[in-house]
């Protein structure tokens, strides 16, 4: 696992600067802290920060081919690059590393774009080609891999594993994007391509980009999507014996490595379930990583310990305190953007403790979108039975009245919190889900916004990501529709960003074996009701691992990472919240009605309300504006 960054002048030769490079590839440090590395030559800079994790001795990056014309900076792992080596010998092609790495230059030369749909792994990268004049930039299937990047005025296009190597190059502008704004506060990050600041992207998923010298820009063009191809399944227990074999055979190839390795244990099925591959196939016994908290209702250390012990893991734990905020001033400058997810907390505590004991853990991200797993989607296929049988124009003004009716109850059980299920009804089948897992309603949203912001977003809504996905989707099915849209939104930009970034700060790499995109791929085609079967969701998954896994783990109640917000607003963090939600910095910017503000701090405070996801949106935005932006009360943030 490594950070790149690089600069292309797409207009010429111009020579380049190797302190502004440093200094670009230096803000990644903590991707890489093993070594460093760069690249110059007329018109191209590029830089590598290495984390060693496969060939120690001569992995270096920059890394070149035999005659030094196409050169590669790489962050990822290729996994079946060992598979890939004789074939690209037999072609020709002479190896001086036993890296992955090596692998890209040679199946560039071999194969030229087409070579990443031979890639199996998760992998962001940049390949200049001298003789082609062609810089090729590529990210991973599923996102695992972050890359940024920006078309400067200059003529220059600048990229990086994070949007810290962008922002010290000066030519970066540092306008904030007001659809940005509208999508942080419905999703709680800022979703692909989009980034907080103007004309700065990020390349999505399964994506790649062609920059010829002598052309100004370019547009992404993508490789790879979910197939969602049917698969034929006449004998369920059939299934389930091939599910096993290629789940592991995925941890198979992501147990490959010259570091020690291990995998974090939530206590959940898909973290459990990775663990039980790996020990059945391990000589010796897996590292594994768990974080308790000392608040019994968001504790899952007692069914983390079971799976521990039936496999007799090397189990390591630490106990994360109630009030353990004192991470919270951290989290900006650790995603650069504006984000909202509070399990970054302890995310970031798990990837900590990993990191005292291994350099690589394998993860269970993943499971949720491709075997739904989240119960929302057991709500939306309710929802989507009574859309199919009462037309929108009957729906909306029906369910839309109930919906204003009908009180909030957020303290009541999901089943008699009949608001919000009135309010999806109301809409289509798209923005009924947007609805569902917005963080702020369109009508919060309204009502958080100032005037002045609200006429600068000219009517866009945030609501519109989903849409655009949903255009593009390859399948028509609802129930894989939403999970479509969570893999394309909430898998890479909220779940995948988490570890990345939390695991990157402390020079930890974290492997996937959920996001295999051979794997998965045979997954998405599988009938739905293995997966959502009645009320149970992950149901082929769950069935596959009963031999493997305790009914304790597979059949409990979803917990999920979680913190005690509300508890904090109310008790220790009460005076924060209010002097920062309330404070001159939020008022400056002029995006925010600060009569909303008050209200919902005086609401949640005094105990009427549960307001705490709002405010922890709010708080994580203040938070980018005075740590990354470097914002004091008096000024005002670039619009």
């Known amino acids: 696992m490594c950070g790149i960054t690089g600069i292309f002048d797409t207009r010429g030769a111009s020579e380049m600067s190797r302190e502004l490079l440093h200094r670009m590839n230096e803000t990644q440090f903590h991707r890489g802290p093993d070594e460093g590395g760069l690249h110059l030559e007329p018109g191209v800079a590029l830089g590598h920060r290495r984390l060693s994790i496969i ?41 001086r590393t036993h890296s992955d790495t090596e692998v890209i230059v040679h199946a560039w030369e071999a194969w030229g774009e087409a070579c990443v749909a031979r890639f199996r792994g998760m992998f962001a990268f940049a390949l200049w080609d001298r003789n082609q004049g062609t810089l090729f930039v590529v990210r991973d299937r599923f996102g695992v891999k972050p890359l940024y990047y920006a078309f400067l005025d200059s003529g220059e296009f600048i990229f990086g594993s994070e949007l810290k190597a962008l922002m010290a190059h000066p030519g970066l502008g540092r306008a904030i994007d007001p659809c940005a704004v509208e999508e942080y506060f419905a999703y709680g990050y800022v979703p692909e391509p989009r980034t907080i600041f103007k004309g700065c992207s990020k ?21 790879w999507d979910m197939p969602f191809t049917p698969v034929q399944v006449t004998d369920e227990a059939g299934a389930m014996d091939e599910l096993v074999e290629r789940l592991k055979d995925s941890v198979r190839l992501r147990m490959i490595a010259d570091v020690p390795l291990g995998a974090f244990l939530s206590g959940g099925v898909d973290s459990s379930a990775v663990v039980a591959m790996m020990a059945t196939q391990s000589e010796t016994p897996v590292n594994t990583c768990s974080i308790g908290f000392d608040d019994p209702a968001f504790n899952e250390i007692e069914f983390a310990q079971q799976v521990a012990d039936r496999y007799h893991t090397q189990h390591h734990v630490e106990t994360v305190a109630a009030d353990d905020f004192g991470l919270v001033d951290k989290l900006a400058n650790v995603y650069d953007e504006p984000y909202a997810d509070s399990s970054a907390l302890p995310t970031y505590r798990v990837c900590e403790l990993a990191r005292k004991h291994v350099k690589v853990a394998l993860s269970g991200d993943g499971g949720d979108e491709h075997f739904a797993g989240y119960r929302r989607y057991r709500w939306f296929r309710y929802e989507e039975r009574m859309r199919a049988v009462m037309p929108l124009a009957l729906r909306r003004p029906l369910f839309g009245v109930l919906g204003k009716l009908y009180p909030k109850a957020d303290w009541a059980p999901k089943v008699f919190r009949a608001k919000t299920t009135f309010e999806a009804l109301a809409r289509d089948t798209v923005e009924g889900y947007f609805h569902g897992v917005s963080l702020l309603s369109d009508a919060q949203r309204k009502q958080l916004f100032a005037p002045a912001f609200k006429r600068e977003l000219q009517g866009y809504q945030a609501v519109e990501v989903l849409r655009r996905h949903a255009t593009a989707s390859p399948t028509d099915d609802p129930l894989s529709l939403v999970q479509y849209l969570d893999m394309k939104t909430y898998l890479v930009g909220d779940i995948l960003t988490k570890v990345d970034r939390a695991s990157m700060a402390h020079a930890l790499e974290v492997r996937e074996p959920l996001l295999d995109h051979e794997l998965m791929g045979w997954v998405s085609g599988l009938p ?5 079967h009645g009320t149970e969701g992950k149901y082929l998954l769950k069935k596959a691992m009963e031999p493997y896994l305790p009914n304790d783990v597979l059949y409990r109640k979803k917990m999920g990472f979680s913190v005690p917000l509300a508890a904090w607003f109310r008790g220790p963090l009460a005076a924060t919240i209010r002097s920062v939600v309330l404070g001159e910095r939020l008022a400056s910017t002029g995006l925010f009605n600060q009569g909303f503000l008050r209200e919902v701090v005086e609401a949640h405070q005094s105990g009427r309300r549960d307001y705490s996801v709002i405010l922890w949106t709010v708080l994580m935005f203040d938070a980018f504006l005075a740590q990354v932006l470097g914002m004091d009360a008096s000024d005002r943030a670039a619009a």
């Open 203 to 223: 390349l999505p998923p399964g994506f790649t980009l062609t920059l010829k010298r002598g052309q100004a820009t370019a547009q992404p063009k993508q490789y």
């Open 528 to 532: 739905t009701d293995l997966k959502l």
């Open 55 to 95: 060939d120690l001795s001569s992995g270096q990056q920059p890394l070149f081919n035999e005659d030094g014309s196409v050169v590669v900076v790489f962050n990822g792992e290729i996994y079946n690059f060992q598979e890939l080596v004789p074939e690209l010998e037999a072609l020709g092609h002479v190896f």
